[in-house]
């Protein structure tokens, strides 16, 4: 899901990267066994600096776009995770600054 929330943010030149965490647990220098984390969108502004992670949760109503935005003031909201039109534009906002108080 978080690739077509990618996909909408590039007609908007807005920079997103997905992260995909693995973690490799090891005993006494040996693998032992691998867990991987939940992937994650990372969108930064011009200088580099991260303004948003995006995460798929799940919820009642269905999956749901978890924003966490940095910056000026920290904020968290959601959108449902079939309207990345919208999220894309909420993101864009905070990449160009719209959204600082």
Not at 30 to 55: F, I, M, N, Q
Request: glycine share 10%.
């Amino acid at each position: 899901m978080l690739e077509l929330l990618c996909i909408a943010l590039r007609p908007l030149n807005v920079h997103a990267t997905l992260i995909k965490v693995i973690h490799l647990e090891t005993r006494s220098g040996k693998p032992s066994y691998l867990r991987s984390a939940p992937t994650v969108l990372e969108v930064r502004g011009s200088g580099g600096e991260l303004r948003a992670r995006v995460e798929v949760v799940g919820a009642e109503e269905g999956p749901r776009y978890a924003v966490r935005s940095y910056g000026p003031r920290y904020e968290e909201t959601s959108f449902p995770a079939g309207a990345h039109e919208e999220a894309a534009i909420y993101l864009h906002g905070l990449v160009r600054g719209w959204r600082a108080p």
